[in-house]
Antibody, heavy 119, light 108 residues
Framework: EVQLVESGGGLVQPGGSLRLSCAASGFTFTTFPVTWVRQAPGKGLEYVSGIGTAGSTSYGTSLEGRFTISRDTSKNILYLQMTSLRVEDTAIYYC?????????????WGQGILVTVSS | EIVLTQSPGTLSLSPGERATLSCRASQSVSNSYLAWYQQKPGQAPRLLMYRVSSRATGIPDRFSGSGSGTDFTLTISRLEPEDSAVYYCQQYGGSPLYTFGRGTKLEI
């Protein structure tokens, strides 16, 4: 059974940094791409970042190099390092698995972790 | 960036009726890389349809998807109260790789 469990969220001041983690089980990162998707309060879904099976990375718009995705394949943990955080980065951050390489759909999601950027 | 426009913003229907949700893309969606998700309050989204018309695991056949190019439709027949949710379409391709529509809220 696929499971994704996010951690590391919380309250941070504008300009601060935070690292999110996503512990995955039931599959491996070398077989399926994984991503981060966020949702601001009361808003829609926004693609943040993804990492492919071979380690290639991609990012959504409006991040301007402030976020970095990485993974530990030995532990099957996905990370999102967030720096220079802004109020508008406040959102629930979901870790989501991609259906398969060549099938770019989010078929499993974590429960989400709240990041609040506020002074 | 491929922008997805969903309509209507809110749809109010009664149990047993049929819902028709629209998703229009600003450019042609390549390789039918179009999916639909259902999100209920306080929950993560759930994949409903992928590759335009394929149902995800466990999704009842009351849900169906159609369309091509820039115009796509999610149809939900024989509505049930549990279908109340926000529905998002999503496409893959271009930059950024993935984009979502703003959602349609379905009230039963």
């Amino acid at each position: 059974e696929v499971q994704l469990v996010e951690s590391g969220g919380g309250l941070v001041q504008p300009g601060g940094s935070l690292r999110l983690s996503c512990a995955a089980s039931g599959f491996t990162f070398t077989t399926f791409p994984v991503t981060w998707v966020r949702q601001a309060p009361g808003k829609g879904l926004e693609y943040v970042s993804g990492i492919g099976t071979a380690g290639s990375t991609s990012y959504g718009t409006s991040l301007e190099g402030r976020f970095t995705i990485s993974r530990d394949t030995s532990k099957n943990i996905l990370y999102l390092q967030m720096t220079s955080l802004r109020v508008e980065d406040t959102a629930i951050y979901y870790c989501a698995k991609i259906f398969a390489s060549g099938s770019p759909y989010f078929d499993h999601w974590g429960q989400g972790i709240l990041v609040t950027v506020s002074s | 960036e491929i922008v997805l426009t969903q309509s209507p913003g809110t749809l109010s229907l009664s149990p047993g009726e049929r819902a028709t949700l629209s998703c229009r893309a600003s450019q042609s969606v390549s390789n039918s890389y179009l999916a639909w998700y259902q999100q209920k309050p306080g929950q993560a989204p759930r994949l409903l349809m992928y590759r335009v018309s394929s149902r995800a695991t466990g999704i009842p056949d009351r849900f169906s998807g159609s369309g091509s190019g820039t115009d796509f439709t999610l149809t939900i027949s024989r509505l049930e109260p549990e279908d109340s949710a926000v529905y998002y379409c999503q496409q893959y391709g271009g930059s950024p790789l993935y984009t979502f529509g703003r959602g349609t809220k379905l009230e039963i």
